[in-house]
């Protein structure tokens, strides 16, 4: 059964893009693609920041996004993950403080500390708990937005170009800590990326398809 | 120093922390919303906010007396008589500070980073929230130099101040209202020590400010590296 199911079109300066595609329970889809086909603009949609001109979004059944019933959750309400390509961790506040923010709604003081302890030690960043953003590094930085994202328990979680800011070697590590977590977490991911090193994480690539349209209009469309 | 200089100084004080508090909440919230929002007609709007910077005080004070006199559009707001009371006076520097408050936090608000905002929203924090925990922190040293330059103007008001609260020693007689007049009558005694300490605080004002913003700015120096 899908568990994401996505068709919508925007228009953007340049072209209009279409998604179109269905992704399953526990799957990897990677939107693989040059940067400025509009990869980057479908995960600001599924999660809200967005919106499209058309069509629909649906996770787990409920309705997110859907032009003809007028629907459009906001952001906060659609319990959708995002790691930013730059991590966007806050940087005026611990390591342990951006991983506490996304548990707001755990009650009890007890109860948050312990989902800290434990996203801590699944990420292996118990040592930096107390350090600001501005004191880690590329790969620390990502576990922590890794963190803070699976503490608001998503039911999907988006990731725009996670490995390309890092070296080679800390990216094919990475690589193998994000399938991981992946496995554990047990979530659906949609991944973009202008590099096919990232691809080997997929269950399913979608690369982008141009065409003009009848009224000869540049698009570009991601679709199974 | 004569009790009428403290008098007015103490008042200076509280006219410029009444007014700084008016010009800093409603110039923050003015910024807040007119930084991401786009609307026919914004850059009218943004002219007409920015105005009592540029206007010299006398015409900012001529408008107050209209706007605030028993037949003045917002006569219904203030029961009883306000002009030539020290409420008048917190209104005329409310007014020529607000545009430096105005200012100083927009541009605090546009460089925050949006994406930390936006992931504040994907965590599921709403708007109130990602303001008070999110953007308001990140402007923060923007709005602190507005909150101080707002304050600053608001205590050397005069021009304004004078045509809408006039000059009554012990009632809304100001510091620099009281220096005026004392320098005027050659009464050298009581103008010396009010310049002295208008002179020092507000030098150190200034001087904790910048030493403020530099630590602020050495502490989180490795911040915009990623």
Redesign the interface.
């Known amino acids: 059964m899908s568990m994401l199911e996505v068709d919508f079109q925007k228009k953007l300066p340049d072209f209009i893009l279409t998604a179109r595609f269905a992704v399953r329970e526990g799957e990897i889809l990677v939107l693989s693609g040059p940067s400025g086909s509009g990869k980057t603009t479908i995960l600001e949609c599924l999660a809200g920041l967005q919106k499209p001109d058309r069509g629909y979004i649906n996770l787990r059944g409920k309705m997110l996004f859907n032009k003809t019933k007028r629907i459009n959750l906001p952001p906060h309400k659609r319990g959708i993950g995002f790691i930013f390509q730059a991590y966007a961790l806050f940087e005026h506040m611990t390591v342990k403080d951006n991983i506490l923010y996304g548990a707001a709604r755990v009650n009890g003081r007890k109860k948050r500390e312990q989902i800290l302890r434990e996203v801590l030690e699944l990420l292996g960043i118990s040592h930096l708990q107390d350090r600001y953003p501005a004191q880690l590094s590329g790969g620390e930085k990502q576990r922590v937005a890794l963190a803070r994202a699976l503490v608001s328990e998503p039911a999907l979680l988006l990731l725009d170009e996670p490995l390309s800011a890092l070296d080679r070697n800390l990216r094919e590590r990475l690589r193998g800590e994000l399938k991981q977590l992946h496995r554990q977490w047990g979530i659906p991911f949609v991944l973009v990326t202008h590099c096919r090193c990232e691809e080997e994480l997929a269950d399913m690539v979608l690369r982008p398809v141009a065409s003009i349209n009848e009224k000869g209009e540049q698009a570009i469309c991601f679709s199974m | 120093m004569s009790d009428e200089a403290l008098t007015a100084l103490l008042l200076s004080l509280r006219v410029a922390l009444l007014a700084t508090a008016v010009a800093s909440v409603s110039g923050v919230a003015c910024a807040r919303l007119l930084t991401r929002a786009h609307f026919p007609g914004k850059d009218t709007l943004e002219a007409v906010l920015l105005l009592p910077l540029v206007l010299p005080p006398t015409v900012v004070g001529f408008g107050l007396l209209l706007f605030l006199g028993r037949n003045g559009p917002l006569a219904w707001v203030f029961p009883g008589q306000i002009l030539f009371t020290w409420w008048s006076a917190v209104i005329a520097s409310a007014v020529v500070a607000f545009p430096l408050m105005y200012q100083n936090a927009k541009a605090a608000f546009e460089s925050v980073?949006i994406?930390?905002e936006?992931?504040?929203?994907?965590?599921?924090?709403?708007e109130v929230?990602v303001f008070f925990?999110?953007s308001l922190?990140?402007a923060w040293p923007g709005i602190m130099a507005g909150l101080v330059l707002a304050f600053a103007r608001a205590l050397g008001e005069f021009g304004a101040t004078l045509m809408v609260a006039g000059n009554i020693p012990g009632k809304t007689q100001t510091a620099p209202m009281a220096i005026y007049f004392a320098v005027e009558a050659g009464d050298y005694g009581t103008a010396v020590p009010l310049v002295v300490i208008v002179l020092l605080f507000s030098f150190a004002v200034i001087f904790w400010l910048n030493w403020w913003s530099r630590n602020r700015v050495a502490r989180?120096?490795?911040?915009?590296?990623?």
């Open positions: 980073d994406n930390q936006r992931a504040a929203r994907t965590l599921g924090a709403g929230r925990t999110v922190p990140l989180h120096a490795l911040r915009r590296r990623g």
